[in-house]
C-alpha cells in the first residue's frame, strides 16, 4: 500500500496544479453556484471528469512513449519539464496582471407566498406552471465541453505523465495517480461551488491571483522534480 501512496499524492499534486488557477472556468462555476447549487455541483464534476480523462489518456500513452525513447530518457524528462515550466511561467506571468472581476449576479425575483406564480429559484415547479431548474445533465455535459476545448490541460498531463512514464508503468501505480488526479480535481472545484453559493462572485481579486500564484507554483515545482537529474552531455 505505501507504494502506491507515491504516485496517489503525485497525483494530487498535479491535479491541484491544474485545477487551481482561477480562470474564466472558475468564474463561470462560481456565477452556476450562485443561480444553484445542484446544476453548480454537476458542472464541477464536468470539470474534474475532464482533468480525469486527460489524465487517463496522457497516463496510458505516456509509459508507451517513454519505453520508445529509453536511450534519451533524460532529455524527454527535461524536454517535458520545459514545456511544464512554461505553462507555469504564463499563468505566473498573467497572475501579474489584474484578473477582470465577474459580472454581478442577475436580481432575484421577490419572493411570493407559497403556491404562487413566482416561486424562489430553488424550488422546482411541475412544468408549464413557474420556473424549471436547469437539469444537473446539462450542466454536466456544457462544463465538460468547455474544459475539454483547453488545450493546455492535455499538453499538461501529456508532458507530465510522459517524463514519468517508468514510475506509471505499472497498473497500480497509474490507478494510483489517477484516483490522486481526479480526487483532487473535484475536491477544488467543489470547494468553489460552496464559495460560490456562500460568497457569490464576491471574491477579492487579490484571493483569485494567489490561486494563480499557487497553483502553476505546484506546477512549476514538478517541472523540477522530474528536471533531475540533468541529462549527461559526456
Known sequence: MSELMTPALAGAVA???VAMPMGAMSVLLLQEALRHRRTAMAAAAGIAVVDLGYAA????LGPWVASHVSPVEAWVRLASAA??????ARGLSASAR??????????????????GPGRSPDSSAAPGTGTR???????????VGLTALNPTTALYFAALTTAQGATLGSGPAGAAFLL???????LWQQTLVVLGSLAGTRISDTARVWTFRLGYGLVAAYALKIAFPLPSLA
Open 133 to 143: 431548474t436547469r437539469p444537473a445533465a446539462r450542466a454536466f455535459a456544457r462544463y
Open 98 to 115: 489584474p484578473v477582470p472581476s465577474a459580472p454581478p449576479p442577475p436580481p432575484a425575483p421577490p419572493a411570493l407566498e407559497a403556491g
Open 83 to 88: 514545456i511544464l515550466l512554461a505553462i507555469a
Open 15 to 17: 491535479g491541484l496544479g
Open 180 to 186: 490522486g488526479v481526479g480526487a483532487a480535481s473535484l
Open 57 to 60: 489518456l496522457a497516463t496510458a
